[in-house]
């Protein structure tokens, strides 16, 4: 099947995963902003999104593009500084249609946040998060930035998208015998 990689980023590590997944499978890869490609075009989709604030940060556009991408195999890769485990499924969940999460496979990884290159905004948000954050850990990594891009992280999205290339596009429904 014909597959691509769509992806949004604020601060550039999601475009590098992308980037990364692109040259791994040799898929096209379209930033969602800056790239006028039709999803619809496409057998599969991965679709590579930071977690910011709480969110997908492409939760907008998958809600723009479900007519487009309805019935066909999806992988969400999400980008954030929550490790995978519940809270940030929960982020998931809050961001995107139940049935759709339910039929996606969802590959989580853990970006890079550099005080130094955020906006004052942001950088005012997440010190004034970390002040009210429980979790020491999480607390400590908003307030002095994290880096945990890693190249082979990708492979489990990388695995799914040589299973889903090889795989036959869906048959038609055989036509009625009248
Ligand atoms: C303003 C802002 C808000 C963020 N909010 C979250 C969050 O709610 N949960 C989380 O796990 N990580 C959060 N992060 C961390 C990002 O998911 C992480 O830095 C990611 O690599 C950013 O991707 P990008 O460089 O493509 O924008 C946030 C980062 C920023 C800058």
Same mark, same amino acid.
Not at 40 to 46: C, E, P, Q, S, T
Not at 57 to 71: N, S, T, Y
């Given at each position: $099947? ?21 040259? =791994? ?37 998958? *809600? ?17 500084? =929550? ?24 590959? =989580?990884?853990?970006?890079? *946040? ?10 005012? $948000? ?41 795989? *036959? ?6 036509? =009625?015998?009248?």
């Amino acid at each position: $099947m014909k597959g691509a990689v769509f992806y949004d980023t604020k601060y550039g590590s999601t475009a590098e995963y992308a980037g990364w997944i692109g040259e =791994a499978t040799g898929l096209p890869v379209s930033n969602v902003r800056r790239d006028d490609v039709d999803p619809g075009a496409y057998d599969f989709l991965i679709l590579v999104t930071p977690v910011i604030y709480y969110k997908l940060l492409m939760a907008d556009w998958v *809600q723009k593009a479900l007519p487009a991408l309805e019935g066909k195999p999806i992988v969400i890769v999400t980008v954030s500084g =929550a490790p995978p485990g519940p809270k940030l499924d929960a982020w998931v969940g809050d961001s995107l249609p139940a049935d759709f999460i339910s039929n996606a496979n969802h590959v =989580a990884l853990r970006g890079r *946040q550099i005080p130094g290159e955020l906006s004052w905004y942001d950088r005012a $948000m997440l010190l004034i998060a970390a002040w009210r954050n429980p979790d020491p850990v999480a607390s400590e990594e908003e307030r002095n930035g994290f880096d945990y891009m890693d190249k082979d992280s990708i492979a489990p999205v990388v695995e799914l998208a040589e299973e889903l290339k090889a795989r *036959q596009r869906e048959a038609p429904p055989p036509a =009625a015998i009248v």
